[in-house]
């Protein structure tokens, strides 16, 4: 194997010190929890990194050009096209605030439960930002594309490259109706050019999926009958469809596993944290709550006895279906050790498990339990 020389994380000027480094190369940058409490949108200096290659070209919070940047239509289509980044730019944008979340965040709880290998991720896989852009659906118009009726999937493919050349590029498959319906060319984050570190300067973004499947440094869009073989959608970024105990072996295949599309209804409680021992009294008690945006959340549900009784909370209105959902809670308490759990619940009734890791599975994606935070009151 070859080996490659550690990329200085703290010359990525711009990116906070205290981001937590589970990897360097290929960057991948965890936040914790309390440096997102208190922002409504993540800034860029505190959002996660999450690279499965070295790309030394994209480790900075500058863009990088529009100009030259290309990206190729083909596959399914009446013709193929190549949009040029310019264009897009002076095309109509649109905005989404929305969750990013690696389909990762959250494994080491499913290692409790059973070891699984892979980047360690704690909680702090995820952000909320503001992605603006050029509805594909815009672009496809613009060039009279006419997609053929057998398409089902878009297949997209970032420009990054292994370096040993060997492993596969980065590629993953959307279904079709999702990404005509809200996919979007995106060349701004929080309202700013995107940085290169983030996918610029064009990403494919789609709310209510998982991170992975916001393809950074976009390159080519194909219209496919069926989805990728490439080995990120085939073989990782994928979670069976059946229940598994942990620990058990399962040999994937594209029948018996679905890829990590759609974000599961999750929340997170960012206030208080374990950190300090708190005074006995009133508190305030906060977090955020999400989920894909299909269904409206209904009601955030926290717990100081370890769900023998559930509190309601105050579930705050956000900027759009796809943005995480503040929420609060005053709360007395007296002297004692507290573990703190919320629970979101949206409109059909369907709730996070108590145990996430009832959705235990060989590479730890999607976990969605109950969280949980301990606190002590003095
Ligand atoms: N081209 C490309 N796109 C990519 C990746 C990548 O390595 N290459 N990583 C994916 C994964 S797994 C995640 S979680 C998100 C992370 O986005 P961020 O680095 O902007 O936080 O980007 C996704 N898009
Ligand atoms: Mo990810």
Request: glycine share 8%; net charge negative.
């Amino acid at each position: 194997m070859k080996v490659r020389s550690a990329v200085a994380v703290d010359r990525i000027e711009g990116k906070d010190k205290r981001l937590g480094i589970l990897s360097e190369a290929p960057l991948v940058l965890e936040t914790p929890h309390n440096l997102l409490a208190g922002h409504a949108v993540t800034p860029k200096d505190l959002l996660f990194v999450r690279n499965v290659h070295h790309m030394p070209e994209g480790l900075t919070l500058n863009p990088l050009p529009l100009a030259n940047w290309e990206i190729e239509l083909s596959g399914l289509i009446d013709h193929s096209v190549l949009i040029g980044g310019e264009e897009l730019s002076k095309m109509e944008q649109i905005e989404y605030e929305m969750v990013l979340q690696c389909s990762g965040n959250g494994r080491s709880k499913f290692s409790e439960a059973f070891p699984i290998h892979g980047t360690p991720w704690g909680q702090g896989g995820i952000g909320n930002v503001r992605f603006s852009g050029v509805p594909l659906s815009a672009v496809l118009r613009q060039h009279n594309v006419t997609i053929d009726r057998e398409a089902r999937f878009l297949n997209a493919q970032g420009k990054d490259v292994a370096d040993d050349q060997r492993s596969p590029d980065f590629e993953h498959s959307l279904p079709l109706r999702d990404v005509l319906e809200k996919s979007i060319l995106a060349l701004k984050l929080n309202g700013e050019p995107l940085p290169a570190i983030h996918g610029g300067p064009v990403r494919l973004v789609t709310p209510g999926f998982y991170g992975t499947m916001h393809v950074k440094w976009l390159r080519r869009l194909s219209f496919e009958t069926t989805e990728s073989n490439n080995f990120y959608h085939a073989t990782e970024y994928r979670v069976p469809r059946e229940i598994l105990k942990p620990g058990e072996q399962f040999t994937f295949t594209m029948e018996n596993s679905v890829p990590t599309w759609k974000l599961r209804l999750m929340s997170f409680i960012f206030n208080p944290l374990p950190e300090a021992p708190l005074p006995a009294g009133r508190h305030l008690f906060s977090g955020v709550a999400f989920n894909d945006g299909s269904v409206p959340l209904e009601t955030l549900l926290v717990s100081f006895d370890h769900g023998h009784s559930w509190n309601q909370a105050t579930l705050h209105t956000s900027a759009s279906p796809y943005a995480w959902h503040p929420w609060t809670i005053h709360a007395e308490l007296k002297r004692g050790a507290y573990q703190v759990w919320c629970r979101a619940v949206d409109a059909l009734g369907c709730s996070q498990p108590l145990d996430g890791s009832i959705f235990w599975n060989p590479n730890g994606y999607e976990w969605n339990g109950v969280h949980r935070v301990n606190i002590t009151v003095e």
